[in-house]
C-alpha cells in the first residue's frame, strides 16, 4: 500500500460519505463504491468488498455512538430494538435474494433500476424533511408565544416540555439524554439478532464450499427462510398480541394490524433485495420508511444503522473467507470510515442541538441518496456505452452456469 495523491483523495472522499451515510442512517457505499473504483482504482469486485468494509466500520462506530442515547422524547433507548427485530431477519434474507439477482441481472438493469430507485427516494425523503422543518418551525413560534404570555420561571420548563412532545420534532436537551451503554442494550432482543447473523453467515460460509444449482446449494438456500421468518414470525405476533411495541412512536403505534405488520416485513424483504441487487447496505431503503412510518429521524438513522451493520459485517467475513480484498487498504479506509462516522454523527448532534431542528437528518439522507444516485449512475452508464461500443452480451446471465 502506497500512499500517494489517490489515497489522499479518495480518504477525503470516503471521510465525507461515511459522515454524511452514518447521519443519514444509510451507510454510505454509494460514495464509497465508486471512490474505490474511479479513484483507488479497484476493480468492480474489490470496490465492493472494500466498500462493505467500510460500511461496517462506519455502522460499528454508529452504533457504538448511539448506544449511549436516549430517545429524544421518551424514556427509552435510541435504538429501536422492537422494529430492528422486524425488519432485519427480513433485511437478511433479501440480502441473499438480491444477491443471486445480482448475479442475473444485466449492469444496465441494475443502473436503470438503482438510477430511478435512488432518485425516487431522495425526492421523497427531501419532502418529508420539508414537512418536518415546516412543523419545527410551528413548534418554535408555538412555544415563544407561551413563553411571552407567562413569563414566569416556572413556566419556562412546562413549555420546553410541551414543545418537546411531538416525537419528530427536535430536542434542546439532547445531550442530558445520555445513560450507561449496558442500560441501553436489551439483551434478549439483541441475542435473537445475534442469532440470526450467526446462523446465516454459518449457511453462507457452508454454501461457499458447494457446486452452484447443486442440491446441497438449493438446500442451504432454503434454510434462510425458517431462520428468518421465525424470528420475525415471533416478533410478529408479539406485536399484534400487544406484548411487544414499537415504541419510539410513541403512544401512536401501540396497536398494529396483521396487514401493517405484513406490509413491514414485505418491505423489510424488498429493502434487502434492493440492497444486495445494488451492492448496498438496506439503509437506503429502511431509513426512509423508519421516517414515514412515523419513526423521529435520530431514531431512524440509529435503527436502520443497527440493522445494516448486521448485513455488512455478514458480508465482511464472507468476503474476506474468499479473499476478495487486500487487507491493507480495507484496515486503513475501515479507520477512515470509523472516525468519520464518530465525528459526523457528534457535530450533527450539536447542530441539531444548537438549531433545534431535527429535521437536518431528514436532509443529509436525502443529499446523500441523490449523490449516491449520481455517482453510481454515472458508473453504470459508461460501463453501458462501453458494453455497447464492444456489441457485448448485455442480457440475463444463467446463475447455474456462473461460479
Known amino acids: 500500500m502506497k500512499f500517494d495523491w489517490r489515497i489522499i483523495v479518495g480518504s477525503m472522499v470516503g471521510f465525507l460519505g461515511a459522515a454524511l451515510g452514518s447521519v443519514g442512517g444509510v451507510g454510505g457505499g454509494g460514495i464509497f463504491v465508486p471512490m474505490l473504483a474511479l479513484i483507488i ?116 420548563d412546562s413549555a420546553e416540555s410541551e414543545y418537546k412532545r411531538l416525537p419528530s420534532g427536535p430536542t434542546n436537551n439532547i445531550h442530558d439524554e445520555e445513560a450507561p451503554i449496558l442500560q441501553n442494550i436489551y439483551w434478549k432482543e439483541s441475542l435473537l439478532l445475534v442469532y440470526v447473523w450467526v446462523a446465516f453467515l454459518i449457511v453462507q460460509i457452508v454454501k461457499t464450499y458447494t457446486k452452484t444449482c447443486s442440491i446441497e446449494y438449493w438446500v442451504l438456500n432454503t434454510l434462510q427462510v425458517p431462520i428468518a421468518v421465525s424470528v420475525t414470525l415471533f416478533e410478529a405476533i408479539c406485536i399484534s398480541k400487544g406484548t411487544r411495541v414499537i415504541a419510539s412512536k410513541g403512544k401512536e403505534f401501540t396497536n398494529w394490524k396483521i396487514h401493517q ?49 448486521f448485513s455488512s459485517s455478514m458480508s465482511v467475513v464472507q468476503y474476506y473467507l474468499l479473499d476478495r480484498f487486500p487487507v491493507p487498504y480495507a484496515s486503513y479506509f475501515v479507520m477512515v470510515a470509523t472516525f468519520a462516522a464518530f465525528a459526523g454523527q457528534h457535530v450533527v448532534r450539536r447542530i441539531i442541538a444548537i438549531l433545534g431542528r431535527a429535521s437536518i437528518i431528514i436532509f443529509i439522507l436525502a443529499l446523500t441518496i441523490f449523490i449516491s444516485a449520481i455517482s453510481l449512475g454515472g458508473v453504470g452508464i459508461e460501463k453501458m456505452i462501453e458494453k455497447m461500443e464492444n456489441q457485448e452480451y448485455m442480457g440475463f446471465e444463467d446463475l447455474c452456469k456462473l461460479s
Open 41 to 156: 482504482g479497484f476493480d468492480p469486485k474489490s470496490s465492493t468488498a472494500i466498500s462493505k468494509c467500510m460500511i461496517m466500520g462506519a455502522a460499528g462506530s454508529t452504533v457504538y455512538y448511539n448506544l449511549r442515547l436516549r430517545h429524544p422524547t421518551l424514556d427509552i433507548p435510541l435504538i429501536d430494538y422492537d422494529l430492528a427485530l422486524l425488519f432485519q431477519p427480513m433485511l437478511m434474507l433479501g440480502i441473499s435474494i438480491g444477491v443471486a439477482f445480482n448475479v442475473m441481472f444485466a449492469d444496465w438493469m441494475v443502473t436503470v433500476l438503482l438510477i430511478i430507485l435512488f432518485i425516487g427516494t431522495s425526492t421523497k425523503a427531501l419532502f418529508k424533511g420539508i414537512e418536518t422543518w415546516k412543523k419545527e418551525t410551528m413548534l418554535k413560534k408555538e412555544a415563544a408565544k407561551a413563553l411571552e404570555a407567562e413569563p414566569k420561571p416556572g413556566d419556562d
Open 261 to 309: 405488520i405484513c406490509l413491514c416485513c414485505a418491505c423489510g424483504i424488498i429493502a434487502g433485495i434492493v440492497g444486495g441487487l445494488l451492492g448496498l447496505g438496506g439503509g437506503f431503503i429502511l431509513g426512509p420508511l423508519f421516517l414515514e412510518l412515523g419513526i423521529p429521524p435520530q431514531v431512524a438513522s440509529a435503527t436502520s444503522t443497527f440493522a445494516m451493520f
